[in-house]
């Protein structure tokens, strides 16, 4: 079959895609920006994988989606990236819907949200239940599938359990930690997705799945903990409100203020499946929580994460404009740069620079950093707690704790981050490998700033003496191939 996957760089995309080429289908895969995209991951299979770039919210970049499509999936969302994310969600599905329609795809596959059929929703949920609404629209059989929490490495749900789990000793659990769900893991997710495929009469429908537990979410904190061997004390209040929720599972966890919100919103509902037809037209053996848990760990453990939800730009507040602009401005900036004989070999010091952040930390004032991150947190940034996708990996749009990677050349030894907390202005960070006038191997390190007016200026001035002592200290290091 001919697979058409949008989303494709997000967490479900991309593991949906290694599924499809295992099972023999050709994909095309719809994305944003194609450096942004992992094709070499894909080994043997990659003559099968095609790449179009399109963005979803300007219908003229859809002309070049193919016309023989057998099944399209889709598996776009807005929620982490703030703002009116129900407006552009929509905007989003009445492109492709138009778009499926005018090219005659045969079948649309959409992965949505568990929710009441009846009563008021969150903005989350009803956005959701709206693009369902608006692809069903199209007059292209859909076949709808409703997930409550899915559980796996890389999961915004699991990423946020693990944080508060592992570095919480005692967690303060507001009401809405009772509330109903019923956890799915991300393997059988991919194994009703690809499912489906093989049964056209499930074009038309809509089916509710779930693993074999209900469960409420301190029970998943709670099942996390034994897995892990954690022991944790529980303090249940009814003082926090879901916006104050929100503001403290931000503050504690890797997600932004945007998605917490949403989450916390989402949380107060049930997501419960209210029937089981899927089990008898796919009968799979479903792994429970705990199980779905131990592999997720295990995954994390053997720093084999095919995805992760921070690694959407959706989870963060870089524009896709700036892939487009890898050269760092030079007019109208503020810059420290700092140049570095190697006293290394000069592969040892690319690993060291592709190691930063992360568990590993920054060489030099770590808990400085730190501090950053924290007070970033405290203001509605994203913090530094969303780590790194890999602990000596890089690739163009990953997240690296409160940066983005904006390009990742490790043949020649070029690396620049885009800063994404809360400045008044904008920064990068860029890492280079060249030689000085004499010939000598030398480690660039340029941090730039472009302010916004007085106020990012002042910004600049005041951090300008910790620069002093953090930025040459750093430079050495990683020229020395240094990881303390």
Request: hydrophobic share 40%; proline share 5%.
């Amino acid at each position: 079959m001919h697979v058409l996957v949008t989303g494709a760089n997000g967490y479900i995309g991309l593991r949906l895609i290694q599924a499809l080429l295992d099972a023999g289908h050709e994909i095309t895969a719809v994305i944003r920006d194609r450096r942004r995209f992992p094709a070499a991951n894909f080994g043997s299979s990659e003559s099968r994988l095609h790449l179009v770039e399109a963005n979803f919210l300007d219908l003229g970049s859809l002309r070049n989606l193919p016309q023989a499509v057998d099944a399209a999936y889709y598996l776009i969302h807005s929620m982490g990236s703030g703002g009116d994310f129900a407006r552009m969600e929509q905007q989003c599905a009445t492109h492709f819907s138009a778009t499926a329609r005018a090219n005659r795809w045969k079948r649309i596959i959409y992965l949505g949200g568990l929710a009441a059929e009846q009563g008021p929703l969150s903005d989350h949920l009803s956005s959701r239940r709206k693009v369902e609404e608006v692809l069903r629209e199209s007059g292209i059989p859909l076949t709808v599938l409703r997930a409550s929490i899915i559980v796996g490495s890389g999961s915004a749900s699991f990423e946020i359990i693990r944080d508060l789990a592992e570095k919480l000793p005692m967690l303060v659990t507001p009401r809405w930690v009772h509330t109903q769900c019923q956890p799915i893991a991300i393997r059988n997710v991919l194994d009703y997705l690809t499912g489906l495929l093989g049964h056209p009469e499930t074009a038309g429908g809509s089916y509710d799945i779930g693993g074999p537990e209900i469960m409420s979410y301190l029970d998943l904190i709670k099942g996390y903990c034994k897995v892990r061997g954690l022991r944790r004390f529980f303090l249940p209040t009814r003082l926090l409100s879901p916006r104050l929720s929100s503001a403290w599972l931000c503050l504690l966890t890797s997600t932004s203020f945007p998605l917490a919100r949403s989450l916390v919103d989402s949380l107060t509902h049930e997501t419960v499946c209210r029937e089981s037809r899927i089990r008898r037209i796919i009968p799979l053996k479903l792994l429970s929580y705990q199980e779905a848990v131990s592999r997720g760990l295990a995954r994390i453990a053997q720093n084999h994460v095919p995805s992760s939800w921070i690694d959407s730009l959706a989870a963060g507040t870089l524009s896709p404009r700036l892939f487009d602009a890898i050269k760092v401005p030079e007019h109208g900036v503020l810059r420290d740069c700092r140049s570095v004989a190697l006293t290394a070999p000069r592969a040892e010091v690319i690993a060291r620079v592709w190691s930063i952040g992360g568990d590993t930390g920054w060489p030099s004032m770590n808990w400085a950093w730190g501090l950053r991150g924290l007070v970033d947190k405290l203001v509605g940034g994203i913090g530094i707690r969303r780590g790194r996708r890999h602990p000596e990996d890089l690739r163009t749009g990953d997240a690296l704790d409160f940066w983005r990677v904006l390009l990742a050349d490790r043949e020649k030894g070029r690396l620049i981050l885009y800063a994404e907390m809360k400045v008044p202005g904008e920064a990068w960070l860029e890492f280079a490998l060249e030689e000085d006038p004499d010939g000598r191997p030398t480690l660039r390190q340029t941090a730039t700033f472009r302010p916004q007016g007085l106020i990012g200026r002042l910004y600049w001035v005041v951090l300008r003496p910790f620069h002093g002592l953090l930025f040459p200290r750093m430079a050495r290091k990683l020229a020395a191939g240094s990881r303390h």
